[in-house]
Structure formats: C-alpha cells, structure tokens
C-alpha cells in the first residue's frame, strides 16, 4: 500500500488525496508536524527526503519527492484508462507538463501568501500576491477562451487531467493568503466542475460543490 508522508493543510498534500481517492487508490498517511513541529527538517525525515519538503510517497520501496511528480507516477501507475495522463498522445502531455510548471508557479505565489498569513513565514507578500493574481489572469483568460470553444479542463481533452488536479488546490485556497477570486469568474466555474468530478475529496479551506443548476 501507499504510504503518503503529509500534512493536512498542505495544498501539495491535498493533491495526492485527491488523485488517489478519484481513482480508488488505496493509501495510508504518515502525518508529518509540519507547524509547529517543523518536522519535515527533522533528521529522520530529512534521510526519506533530503530536500525536507512534503509530499513524499513511499510505494512499496519506491520513494518519490515533489506533488507535480508523484502526480504522474500515480496516474501513470494506477489509471487503468490512461485519461489523467494519456501515455499515447505526445501533444497532450506536452499540454499537461506546461500546466504542471505552471502550478509550481502559483505554489510560489499564492501558497507563499498563504504560509505569510497563516503560518508567519517571513516573505515579500506583497509580490506574492501580485505575482498570483497575474498567473490568475492568465488561467481565467485561458479558461475563458477554453469555453467558448467548448472545453471544460486545462487542457484540450474532453475530460480532466492531471493537470486540472495540479492547479486546483492553491487557487482554492488562496484567499487563505489574501488574494481574492471575486474577479476570475472561468476560474470559478472551473472549480465548480473538479468539485463534480466523481470522488472529489475535500479539506479545511476547500469545501463540496454547491448544489446544480437547473439546466
């Protein structure tokens, strides 16, 4: 079985649960005292992951570091019907890996607030902030467009992928680190579908579809 090294309110985390419970990944949680504790800089967690950073996966002795990672490996290893991560289609992971950076880069903006506000990390938040807001522009333009041609995810699949599950969680949580959605509607709309999507999982700051509209 899957043990996955976490820590509850980590958005990395939070993507690792929700992939392997929309595919019924079986798993179990080591949790790791990331604050206070600062355990992820503690010795014994520092020889699973010398980098001291969550999340870690140990899968029957193969031990994997870094969410956008970990997130291939599970959709590569445990998707039956290749639709996370569709192997045969070159141009689609080509569409996947960019959004995958891409996520890294709202974790080093709108995370980064969020460890600001909510856990006194001492940063610029300021450029935090502003630095998300200009990647949200950019998702919420690209969703947009993306409806008016008829598509729903990140990416030109007619189902989600992997890439959906990587932006997802920072953009949920980022009021948590004072950046508001109010002004990104296809974001929104973006979220309410991955909410729908079926096993959807929640966490503290990240809460359930509200009910359907009447078509």
Known sequence: MIKLYDYEL????????LLMGILGIPYETVPVDFYPGREHKSDWF????????????????????DAQAILV???TQYDAGGSWYPR???ALLGEISQWLAF???????ASAARLHDGLFYELDVEAARAGAH????????HLWFGEQEKRDWLCSAPQPTIADIA????????????????????????????????????MSGVFPAGPAKAA
Do not use: H
């Open 103 to 109: 996520a890294d880069g709202i974790t080093a903006t």
């Open 46 to 65: 520092l020889r699973i992951n010398p980098l001291g950073q969550l999340p870690v996966i140990d899968d029957d002795g193969l031990v994997l570091r």
């Open 10 to 17: 980590s958005g990395n985390c939070y993507k690792l649960r």
């Open 134 to 141: 200009r990647l949200f522009r950019i998702l919420d333009e």
């Open 167 to 202: 932006c997802f969680p920072y953009v949920m949580l980022s009021e948590e680190g004072g950046i508001p959605r109010q002004d990104y509607p296809a974001i929104r709309r973006w979220a309410d579908r991955v909410k729908r999507i079926q096993g959807f999982s929640v």
């Open 73 to 75: 490996y599970l959709a």
């Open 88 to 90: 045969d289609n070159p």
